[in-house]
């Protein structure tokens, strides 16, 4: 059983597009996050989210919108896509309270 | 601001030998500090963590690592590596904040371990 999923796995497109990343947690964690790996591998937390509300915004440019319909998932939406936005983002999940994070596989987005 | 520094960016080891990467943080509070392991294509796996008691924490696969309070440091140990442990490895510090926890990540150590 996938603990974190994410699709797509892979995202190709062009700049100035939007597109969205979604992610799902089976874990019955209350707590998910974004984080950004880029070129360089140096991973940066971008989003959290606890019982689908912001608890934590890392100064994300406002193109990025994350959404939680509930508090198993956390969807990353980005507007305007710029090669900058080229990375692996990475959602990972835990429980309120507890300090392990559990992370997905990732999603590489190439942005041309 | 919290800060992790991992001071080897690339390490190259032949099988068998000894593996030791540093950490070292910048937190004045209470700490949990993690190692993570990004095998190849793959993600981020937890290696190991420590949240308090015994400095000396043991992992998966056979790593370990000490905590040394007066030192700020974490540092990574194998005794003897495995081709199979070719890895980025993230060592990361959890911060509260407001009730709420994120980690921060040091940038990483690229290992390449030849048979």
């Known amino acids: 059983d996938t603990a974190v999923s994410q699709t797509p796995k892979y995202l190709v497109t062009q700049m100035g597009n939007d597109k969205s990343i979604k992610c799902e947690q089976n874990?019955?964690?209350?707590?998910m996050y974004w984080y950004k790996q880029d070129s360089k591998k140096f991973l940066k937390i971008m989003f959290s989210?606890?019982?689908?509300?912001?608890?934590i915004n890392e100064t994300v440019p406002n193109r990025f919108s994350p959404k939680s319909p509930d508090k198993a998932h956390l969807n990353l939406h980005i507007n305007s896509l710029e090669l900058g936005d080229s990375a692996v983002y990475f959602c990972?999940?835990?429980?309120?309270?507890?300090?392990?994070?559990?992370f997905g596989p990732g999603t590489r987005l190439t942005v041309l | 601001a919290q800060s992790v520094s991992q001071h080897n960016h690339h390490v190259i080891l032949s099988e068998a030998a000894s593996l030791e990467l540093g950490c070292n943080y910048s937190?004045?509070?209470?700490?949990?500090l993690f190692w993570y392991v990004q095998y190849p294509g793959q993600h981020l796996q937890l290696l190991l963590k420590?949240?308090?008691?015994?400095?000396l924490v043991k992992g998966i696969k056979g790593f370990e690592a000490e905590f040394i309070k007066s030192k700020f440091s974490f540092n990574l140990r194998k005794p003897s590596v495995q081709w199979s442990d070719t890895a980025e490895y993230f060592c990361?510090?959890?911060?509260?904040?407001?009730?709420?926890?994120?980690?921060?990540f040091g940038t990483g150590t690229r290992l390449l371990v030849s048979p």
């Open positions: 990972a999940s835990s429980q309120k309270g507890a300090v392990a994070q559990y």
């Open positions: 420590y949240f308090s008691g015994d400095p």
């Open positions: 874990l019955g964690h209350d707590t």
């Open positions: 937190y004045g509070g209470t700490v949990n």
């Open positions: 990361a510090v959890n911060v509260m904040n407001t009730g709420f926890q994120k980690l921060v």
């Open positions: 989210y606890n019982n689908k509300e912001l608890i």
